[in-house]
């Protein structure tokens, strides 16, 4: 389309290309920076039981502190640092960060939590991968089985072999592992058969209009139905308002995050928070799409 609007066109696109360039240029400084100051930091947001209320588990979320610029949410900064591999360092700190932080909290007579640790697909691709969980554990003495990693759907559908192999290496030391974001890809649900892991995590474009929208909620409830018959459990993230928690819950989901149950938080305000979070309703009137 820019071709058939001739060269000026093109121009405006060159120089809007050069901007984001600098930009992208700047900011991976700025990353350096930041990987060598320490300005990250970790948020966790309760995971609970959708049975009992009870809340097991927590995901690990990345901050970046910038020093003017304020908060800046990974949704930024991660993509970039997947292209540069800066990545890799951010990371193993994060790995790290996560299971000292629990680690910590037990020891400080909070409960045992189990902790969920992103991993960008490069990051789980590189060789030294299985290797940096081990040293984790061993640094940080947290064990294994309290360890999940959740990586997105596209590290396991390419370069399978590998992957599968990382996959059988992390169950046979007791590391659980999420399919993230499950359903915004390609994966299809046959292919879950074959991969030793133990929870598929919704995408939260599911979740956002389950009670208005049919499609997506056959597709949720297809999910959860073949994940339980594969014996996988299902997390639904994005969880905004009782409506969907209720919808969930009749759909038999196990496991749900959202903002309603709290946004995420740095690990100070996480003590502070019930371990029980908004018990299980049943009484709320539910509108579902009809033909279902
Ligand atoms: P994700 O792993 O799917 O994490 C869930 C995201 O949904 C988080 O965004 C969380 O704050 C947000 N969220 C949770 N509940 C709700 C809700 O009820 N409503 C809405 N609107 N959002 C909700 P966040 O923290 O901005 O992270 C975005 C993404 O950045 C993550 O998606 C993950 O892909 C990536 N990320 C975050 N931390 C790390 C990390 O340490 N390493 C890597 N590789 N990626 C990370
Ligand atoms: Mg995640
Ligand atoms: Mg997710
Ligand atoms: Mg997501």
Redesign the pocket.
């Known amino acids: 389309e820019a071709k058939q609007q001739g060269r000026n066109t093109w121009q405006w696109y060159g120089d809007e290309v050069s901007i984001l360039m600098s930009e992208h240029v700047e900011m991976r400084l700025e990353l350096q920076e930041a990987i060598r100051e320490g300005q990250f930091l970790?948020?966790y947001?309760p995971i609970v039981d959708a049975h009992t209320g009870a809340v097991r588990s927590v995901?690990?979320?990345?901050?970046w502190k910038h020093p003017e610029k304020g908060m800046i949410?990974?949704?930024l900064f991660?993509p970039l640092a997947?292209q540069t591999g800066q990545?890799v360092a951010?990371?193993r700190w994060?790995l790290q960060r996560a299971c000292q932080d629990m680690a910590h909290l037990h020891a400080e007579g909070g409960p045992a939590l189990q902790v969920a640790?992103?991993?960008?697909p490069l990051?789980f691709r590189r060789a030294g991968f299985l290797a940096q969980v081990e040293q984790v554990l061993e640094t940080t003495g947290w064990p294994a089985d309290r360890l999940e990693l959740?990586v997105?759907e596209g590290v396991l559908m390419s370069g399978t072999d590998r992957a599968i192999e990382v996959l059988n290496a992390l169950r046979q030391r007791g590391v659980q592992v999420a399919i993230?974001?499950f359903g915004s890809g390609f994966s299809s649900l046959r292919y879950l058969r074959q991969l030793p892991i133990s929870k598929v995590?919704l995408d939260?474009s599911f979740i956002h209009d389950i009670t208005h929208n049919g499609d997506n909620a056959a597709i949720v409830q297809g999910v959860i139905t073949m994940a339980h018959h594969l014996g996988l459990k299902v997390v639904a993230?994005?969880?905004?308002v009782p409506e969907q928690q209720r919808d969930l819950m009749d759909r038999e989901c196990d496991l749900l995050?959202?903002?309603?149950f709290s946004?995420?938080v740095p690990l100070d305000q996480l003590t502070q928070l019930p371990m029980h979070l908004a018990p299980p309703r049943r009484d709320l009137p539910l509108t579902r799409p009809t033909g279902l």
């Open positions: 970790l948020h947001q995901e690990a979320l990345v901050r949410s990974p949704g991660i997947e990545i951010i990371g994060v640790v992103n991993i960008s990051q959740e997105t993230d974001d995590k939260r993230e994005g969880i905004e995050q959202g903002f309603l946004r995420p």
